[in-house]
């Protein structure tokens, strides 16, 4: 199968396989999933619909301990929905990762997904995690705050697949003032999780009390317009993960 390689090509800023796709190592995250209590038909492409009304958002924050592009933290942003084949995945209009030029150029040229530079910071004390995202410095985006102090139950973890379609938009803007090398791309990928086990055998998938807030709105990085209406599950999770891309649903 043919490498997938950034720019310059005696020197690429990242390698990947596309027969493999991406692995991602030693993985933790905390997430919330909510109704979102605002519109989210305009952060739309026109060919997703919401999957649930009212839509269901995701917001997570995942520290990546190894990869193919070196370690990271990212905070993402989902919208559920469902693409025009009928299968429903998560539409990502906020990405941000820590410095970390290959995970951001690699994440925005190959799949669209619209990664910025940000300060990500995931911790613990005590009993709670939390995660944070400022951009810039001192410019509190959001908070996730959970206390993950049970195991998921089994009829929660029946509906919580390792497998998960993304959505996002890859756009090249023109070249020149006749428009040329415009094109806008919505793409389809995935990832695959395989969660870590404990001494007893047991999935790291822990479930708990969660808050999500947005601390300070910002116009130039609106996460906020995922507004949270009712939290429906709060996770904290260690795996390893693979990424792959899977097709190009339009040329918009």
């Not at 605002?38 to 269901?56: F, G, I, N, Y």
């Not at 959970?146 to 090249?172: G, I």
Request: glycine share 10%; hydrophobic share 35%; net charge negative.
């Amino acid at each position: 199968m043919p490498e997938v390689r950034g720019i310059p090509f005696d020197a690429p800023l990242y390698h990947g396989d596309r027969e493999h796709g991406s692995a991602f190592l030693n993985c933790q995250a905390v997430q919330a999933v909510f109704t979102i209590a605002s519109d989210v038909e305009r952060l739309l492409p026109k060919q997703l619909t919401p999957a649930a009304d009212p839509a269901v958002g995701v917001v997570g924050i995942a520290n990546y301990g190894s990869s193919i592009v070196g370690p990271y933290l990212e905070q993402y942003s989902g919208i559920e929905v469902r693409d025009p084949g009928g299968e429903t995945g998560f539409y990502i209009p906020y990405i941000y990762v820590t410095t970390n030029d290959a995970a951001l150029a690699s994440g925005r040229e190959i799949l669209g997904a619209p990664k910025k530079l940000a300060h990500i910071a995931l911790t613990r004390e005590g009993s709670l995690i939390q995660g944070t995202l400022e951009r810039p410095t001192g410019k509190r985006l959001l908070t996730i705050t959970a206390q993950p102090d049970s195991r998921l139950r089994a009829a929660a973890r029946q509906m919580f697949s390792t497998h998960t379609n993304f959505y996002s938009v890859r756009h090249l803007p023109p070249a020149n003032q006749f428009g040329k090398g415009a094109a806008t791309q919505l793409v389809k990928w995935c990832t695959n999780r395989t969660f870590r086990r404990d001494a007893g055998g047991e999935e790291v998938l822990f479930t708990g009390p969660v808050s999500l807030t947005y601390d300070s709105p910002s116009v130039i990085d609106p996460v906020h317009n995922l507004k949270v209406g009712e939290i429906m599950l709060g996770t904290y999770e260690e795996y390893d993960s693979s990424l792959q891309a899977i097709d190009l649903l339009s040329d918009a």
